[in-house]
């Protein structure tokens, strides 16, 4: 496993723009993954990397408004949120695959490592 700590999240009004950094220590990663979670909701996928090669995907939700990137010489993964809506209200978790590049990458099950989770709260 690698060992992931999310920062980055708070209050914004909707409109504005938040970043959320996944600093990462430990193993190597292959894929590293964006999620949220709302109150009484399943965990919904955000966005993917790839860790070499860049190769990404995104939720339909969040396409054109969120921007996922990684630091390799830092080992952290990024996420910049603009145009943030009420419903992008949730807790925000980055995981990560440390075993292959192979496998899913939209189901939070398919990742072997998570971080603690940041709160993210769009509000008028």
């Known amino acids: 496993q690698v060992q992931l700590v999310e920062s980055g999240g708070g209050l914004v009004q909707p409109g504005g723009s938040l970043r959320l950094s996944c600093a990462a220590s430990?193993?190597?990663?292959?894929?590293m993954g964006w999620f949220r979670q709302a109150p009484g909701k399943e965990h919904e996928f955000v966005a993917a990397?790839?860790?070499?090669?860049?190769?990404?995907n995104y939720a339909n939700s969040v396409k054109g408004r969120f921007t996922i990137s990684r630091d390799n010489a830092e080992n952290t993964a990024y996420l910049q949120m603009n145009s943030l809506k009420p419903e992008d209200t949730a807790v925000y978790y980055c995981?990560?695959?440390?075993?292959?590049?192979?496998?899913?990458?939209?189901?939070?099950?398919?990742?072997?490592?998570w971080g603690q989770g940041t709160q993210v709260t769009v509000s008028s």
């Open positions: 990397i790839t860790w070499t090669g860049g190769s990404i």
């Open positions: 430990g193993r190597s990663i292959y894929v």
């Open positions: 995981a990560a695959k440390t075993e292959s590049y192979y496998g899913g990458r939209t189901y939070f099950g398919d990742y072997d490592s």
